[in-house]
């Protein structure tokens, strides 16, 4: 069966394949040159194998690719961790990791299309967004409160240490309702709040904005690593030259939203619509 930590494994296979094509070497030549059975090449290069990160230094040395090295070792290290089912990743112990994950990050970048980030959101939103994931994915809430209880104790990262948040979401996060009106008008009211915090910074891309990036929400920690949440996994994005890409679009579309005034305008509009 083919399933994304397959399908990770055959794009390595893949890549090692074309480095050493690229380095005009046989299979059975590299093997030869370090005592390696011609069977792990072939099982390697079609994804059947995975490669220790010693087999990758040597490959990528011996290639003369050694450019190639880090992103290699990120791409083995992530192989089995990076696709995360869907039905664990909302498990309570999945939100207190990301607890661990946002304490240890200095500069916390996240970009919404939909809804507002989970840092930013109230207890209501919380409960109620859950809540419909739960229905979607189990048919059961049985995790709920335990989940809440861990999502607003992530929260608490706002206020302790030296970490800065830049926020940017798009029009549409303060017009999608989540509930009903007053749970959304506590949660507009909650962003007015949290703009006014020292470590924050929130953009909000107009719904008229030209395309110009791919989009999909993300979240990144530092140059570490970026999240992912698809309908069915969520990525653990670590290899560099993919973080560079996330940062290229952060940069493209935080120049896009409105700050400050012009931010807080568009939030207000949305509450005084929903006030009546």
């Known amino acids: 069966m083919t399933g994304p930590a397959q399908q990770a494994r055959e794009a390595l296979g893949g890549r090692l394949r074309e480095i050493r094509k690229d380095a005009a070497l046989t299979?059975?030549?590299?093997?030869?040159?370090?005592?390696?059975?011609?069977?792990?090449?072939?099982?390697?290069e079609l994804g059947h194998q995975t490669p220790t990160e010693s087999?990758?230094?040597?490959?990528?040395?011996?290639?003369?690719?050694?450019?190639?090295?880090?992103?290699?070792?990120a791409s083995l290290r992530n192989l089995e961790a990076a696709y995360l089912e869907i039905k664990r990743?909302?498990?309570?112990?999945?939100?207190?990791?990301?607890i661990k994950w946002e304490a240890e990050t200095k500069l916390?970048?996240?970009?919404?299309?939909?809804?507002?980030?989970?840092?930013?959101?109230?207890?209501?939103?919380?409960?109620?967004?859950?809540?419909?994931?739960?229905?979607?994915?189990?048919?059961?809430?049985?995790?709920?409160?335990?989940?809440?209880?861990?999502?607003?104790?992530?929260?608490?990262?706002?206020?302790?240490?030296?970490?800065?948040?830049?926020?940017?979401?798009?029009?549409?996060?303060?017009?999608?309702t989540v509930g009903d009106n007053d749970i959304m008008i506590g949660q507009l009211d909650r962003l007015l709040v949290a703009m006014s915090l020292p470590r924050v910074a929130l953009g909000v891309i107009?719904?008229?904005?030209?395309?110009?990036?791919?989009?999909?929400?993300?979240?990144?920690f530092d140059r570490r690593k970026v999240l992912v949440e698809t309908i069915s996994a969520e990525l653990t994005i670590t290899q560099p030259r993919e973080?560079?890409?996330?940062?290229?679009?952060?940069?493209?579309?935080?120049?896009?939203?409105?700050?400050?005034?012009?931010?807080?305008?568009?939030?207000?509009a949305e509450l005084e619509k929903r006030l009546g």
């Open 27 to 44: 299979a059975r030549a590299l093997a030869a040159m370090h005592g390696w059975p011609r069977s792990k090449m072939s099982k390697i």
């Open 55 to 73: 087999d990758v230094v040597t490959w990528c040395r011996s290639c003369r690719a050694n450019d190639q090295i880090p992103d290699l070792i």
């Open 89 to 98: 990743m909302r498990l309570p112990v999945r939100q207190r990791q990301s």
């Open 108 to 176: 916390m970048r996240w970009y919404e299309p939909w809804v507002i980030p989970g840092l930013l959101q109230t207890p209501a939103y919380v409960e109620t967004l859950m809540g419909r994931v739960l229905d979607f994915y189990h048919g059961t809430r049985t995790d709920l409160e335990a989940m809440m209880a861990a999502r607003l104790e992530r929260q608490h990262v706002l206020y302790r240490g030296d970490h800065r948040f830049h926020f940017v979401i798009a029009e549409q996060a303060l017009h999608t």
């Open 206 to 220: 107009p719904a008229d904005t030209e395309y110009l990036v791919p989009q999909s929400n993300f979240c990144m």
């Open 243 to 268: 973080i560079v890409l996330y940062e290229k679009t952060f940069h493209t579309l935080t120049e896009q939203a409105v700050i400050g005034a012009a931010a807080r305008a568009l939030i207000s």
